[in-house]
Nanobody
Framework: EVQLVESGGGLVQPGGSLRLSCAAA????????MSWVRQVPGKEIERVAS????????YYPSSMKGRFTISRDNAKNTLYLELYSLTTEDTAMYYC????????????????RGRGTQVTVSS
């Protein structure tokens, strides 16, 4: 059974930074691309970043470029997301999500994701 457990969220002031982690278990983590997605209540899931299985290629939607860094440690079965220069619009539940194959072009919407970690940006 795929298990994904996010951590590292919290309350941060505008302009601040956070580092999220996702511990993976129950599947061959190093063989699959992974994504971070986020959701605000009442809105659709939004992809934040993706990384391929080897960790040497990252994808960011244009709206996310420059403020987020995705990385992974395959030896530790852990996915990371560093968030910088946060604004109130970044307030959301952040989830890590397994992708269907090893590349960032593969599907993620029908794949397992964790329970999420809440990020709240407020002064």
């Amino acid at each position: 059974e795929v298990q994904l457990v996010e951590s590292g969220g919290g309350l941060v002031q505008p302009g601040g930074s956070l580092r999220l982690s996702c511990a993976a278990a129950g599947f061959a983590f190093s063989r699959y691309a992974m994504s971070w997605v986020r959701q605000v209540p009442g809105k659709e899931i939004e992809r934040v970043a993706s990384i391929n299985a080897d960790g040497d290629f990252q994808y960011y939607p244009s709206s996310m470029k420059g403020r987020f860094t995705i990385s992974r440690d395959n030896a530790k079965n852990t996915l990371y997301l560093e968030l910088y220069s946060l604004t109130t619009e970044d307030t959301a539940m952040y989830y890590c999500q397994k992708m269907e194959f090893g590349t960032v072009a593969s599907e993620f919407r029908n794949q397992p994701r964790g329970r999420g970690t809440q990020v709240t940006v407020s002064s």
